[in-house]
Every structure is written in C-alpha cells, then in structure tokens.
C-alpha cells in the first residue's frame, strides 16, 4: 500500500503523460477507490493507477 510522501518509480507506459513516464515522483494522496494514487511532480497533480507503479524508491526516505 502506499502512502502519503512515498516516492514511487513510474513505468515507461505511453499511456502516461511523458513528463512523468519513466520517473520518480512523491505521492500526495490515494483516492478511495484504492487503486489511484494522486501524484507531484514540478508542481503539477497527477492521478495515476496502481498498475503503472514499479515500486516504492526506499533510497529517497
């Protein structure tokens, strides 16, 4: 499960807006549903699924 300030590693999917394909970014929130996970990244909000997330980054904690 994730959890607010967790940084997440992001697939390369096409189905990801290209600034944050491939990336690490902070996670703000997760939405009720349990699989959307509301993200930060260069100060703009993303909602992104459980399904393109590769892992949690443990180095950045």
Do not use: A
């Amino acid at each position: 499960m994730y959890q607010y300030d967790d940084y997440i590693n992001l697939e390369n999917s096409l189905d990801l807006p290209t600034e944050i394909r491939g990336k690490c970014v902070r996670v703000v929130s997760v939405l009720e549903n349990l699989e959307d996970i509301v993200i930060v990244h260069k100060f703009k909000l993303y909602v992104v699924n459980e399904k393109y997330i590769i892992g949690i980054n443990s180095d950045l904690k």
